[in-house]
């Protein structure tokens, strides 16, 4: 075998990290079980793992019952947190924000529909908006059917009307349909135009 050059790395065979990595995983077991012995706790790893499970266990269901309210609060942002989205998946539909909903609109041709009523409507609304109120989803759907095949996005002042919206839609067979999260509110906090024209 050749001497390498100076100055040029050697790359290490895997067998040779492979032992050098047991030799220090040996080495701090060793000085771990010194250590210990020392101590005078119990030098067993599995004696003394089990010890140390049952101590954080006690100390932990002390804190969780002396603090049970701070786990009430965490045990509810995560329901929050967590529930929320598999909520949505499970009733079929997505969030969006705004910038993904300018994405759907000026790159696979979305479909905005503003389930807000007449009076919120004319107050200023999305650029060729489709505007049927939530109330009236239900008799005047057919008017969604030439949008079929496109995505709809469902918009409302704050997004709560619109995520009832997407689910009507998803049972009505739409695939396609997304909720607009914090509806128009979120849309003008991003500085999106609205307009007043029919």
């Given at each position: ?9 050697v ?25 210990r012995?020392l ?8 004696l ?5 499970k ?25 329901g ?5 989205p598999l ?39 999305v ?8 109330g009236?989803?239900?008799?005047r ?8 095949n ?5 918009v409302?002042?704050?997004?709560s009307?619109?995520g009832?919206?997407?689910s ?31």
């Open positions: 075998m050749r001497e390498p050059r100076p100055g040029t790395r790359q290490p065979s895997e067998s040779c990290i492979l032992s050098c990595r047991q030799y220090l995983e040996e080495a701090s077991l060793t000085l771990t079980i010194q250590y012995r101590l005078g706790l119990p030098t067993d790893p599995p003394f793992l089990i010890s140390l049952i101590i954080l266990m006690q100390q932990l269901s002390s804190f969780v019952i002396n603090h049970w309210e701070l786990f009430l609060a965490l045990a509810v942002i995560l929050m947190i967590v529930g929320e909520l949505r998946s499970a009733q079929g539909y997505l969030g969006v924000g705004p910038t993904e909903a300018t994405g759907l609109i000026n790159h696979q041709d979305a479909v905005v529909l503003d389930v807000r009523e007449e009076n919120e409507f004319k107050e200023g609304h650029l060729h908006a489709v505007h049927i109120p939530a009236r989803l239900g008799e759907i057919k008017e969604l059917e030439k949008y079929r496109r995505p709809i996005i469902a409302c002042r704050s997004g009307r619109s009832r919206v997407c009507l839609l998803r049972k009505q067979g739409f695939a396609t349909v997304y909720n607009l999260e914090g509806g128009l509110l979120a849309w003008q906090n991003a500085s999106l135009p609205l307009t007043q024209k029919r």
